[in-house]
């Protein structure tokens, strides 16, 4: 029992623990002969997972990584960026078919019926589409990495945490998806290695970055940088612990998002991959003094998007940080097991770095065997002139003799 009366009003607070989940009855009253107003409130919480002293701790605490996976891991399709080998192939591929052409035939039926498409085929195929690809899998000036996203989310909410700022524009700033308000637009460019197949023949990409992030470490570190930004020592601590807490949940849930929405439609044709997104205010998952997810891309409809939010939220989530002399953080969280592949909506903003056409690729190899074979033909068609010649001159000199 806490009781603390400031003169004014007497407010007595009491705390029950362990008590199996069930219905109670709590009897209570005032004081005889004193008529005033009472009020009483009621709060049900959890104990936290974490540890309750230093020696409970570890020495890096990371990211859960594949805590929003619902791809079948066991039968990864691995991704590479675009070659210069193809590219390389078809250019000298193109010189050679070049040097035939410049030879001179009588067959103009081989030649722009067969030869001159298959050049065009290759030039489109081989060397335009995957020079465009290329410039594709470059970041865009406006583009953002995941690390750059991740140092922006964590400046953001160290400037909230600071004293004084109202708590309704803490809530909207930490609740915001990815750090991003209301009609910001995220741009990010991700690098993936592995596609994981969905039961309904989705993909779901796998951030590499995401499976050695060590949250403590970029927490930590904005927490260093924050103090060359922070001259009050007293204001410094006070900011650093509620920056601690709030950034250990904020991050691991917006990065809880980001894995659950990376699921594109198509097998995908290189590793790099775009996301411009338009955000608007939505439905908040969690408490109203806590809210997690408030804005949404959108392109993905209200009734989605909160129907994602049911599934993908955390049943309990525990941060603790240790009040002990070393930089110690303990990130726990117990996910849903109601999320699966059907509750990621259809797809949105993410685009997969392409060339200037679908099947570029097959376009290049069918220029690249209608080159050859209009080559080999004409080489056969060429001996069998100069075969016919020789044969003619033989004959005739015979003839003569």
């Known amino acids: 029992m806490v009781v603390d009366d400031d003169g004014e009003s007497l407010t007595i607070t009491y705390r029950w623990r362990a008590l199996p989940t069930g219905d109670y009855t709590l009897c209570m009253h005032g004081s005889p002969e004193k008529i005033q107003p009472y009020v009483w409130a009621g709060a049900f ?61 009588t067959s103009y039926g081989l030649r722009f019926g067969m030869f001159v498409p298959g050049v065009l085929m290759l030039m489109v195929g081989g060397i335009l589409h995957p020079l465009w690809a290329i410039a594709d899998e470059v970041q865009h000036d406006d583009e953002m990495l995941l690390d750059d996203l991740i140092d922006m989310r964590l400046q953001q909410l160290w400037d909230v945490s600071a004293e004084g700022v109202p708590e309704q524009t803490l809530a909207t700033h930490t609740g915001a998806t990815w750090g991003m308000l209301d009609g910001e637009h995220l741009k990010l460019k991700l690098t993936i290695e592995q596609a994981l197949p969905l039961d309904d023949g989705r993909w779901q990409l796998v951030v590499p970055e995401l499976e050695s992030l060590r949250l403590d470490e970029a927490i930590f570190g904005q927490v260093a940088k924050g103090q060359t930004q922070q001259t009050q020592q007293g204001m410094l601590e006070s900011q650093t612990v509620r920056f601690v807490l709030l950034a ?44 997690a997810w408030s804005t949404r891309p959108s392109s993905i409809s209200a009734s989605d998007w909160v129907r994602l939010q049911g599934s993908l939220f955390p049943e309990r989530i525990s941060i603790s940080l240790c009040d002990c002399d070393l930089d110690l953080l303990d990130v726990t969280f117990l996910p849903s097991d109601g999320f699966d592949g059907d509750d990621v909506p259809a797809q949105w903003d993410i685009r997969n770095a392409d060339g200037l056409l679908p099947y570029g690729s097959l376009l290049m190899w069918c220029g690249f065997l209608l080159g050859i074979v209009a080559t080999s033909m004409e080489v056969r068609r060429s001996q069998k002139a100069h075969a016919l010649a020789s044969s003619y001159r033989v004959s005739k000199g015979s003839d003569w003799g």
Request: proline share 7%; net charge negative.
């Open 45 to 105: 919480g959890y104990e936290s997972m974490g540890p309750t002293d230093p020696s409970g701790f570890g020495s890096a605490s990371y990211y859960p990584q594949g805590a929003a996976t619902v791809g079948d891991a066991s039968n990864p399709y691995n991704l590479h960026g675009q070659g210069f080998g193809l590219l390389v192939l078809s250019i000298l591929t193109l010189v050679i078919l070049i040097v035939f052409a410049l030879r001179p035939t």
């Open 248 to 291: 250990g949940r904020s991050l691991l849930l917006d990065l809880l998002m980001l894995e659950a929405l990376l699921v594109v439609d198509d097998v995908p044709e290189s590793s790099v991959f775009h996301i411009d997104a338009t955000m608007v205010q939505t439905q908040a998952a969690g408490s109203f003094a806590a809210p």
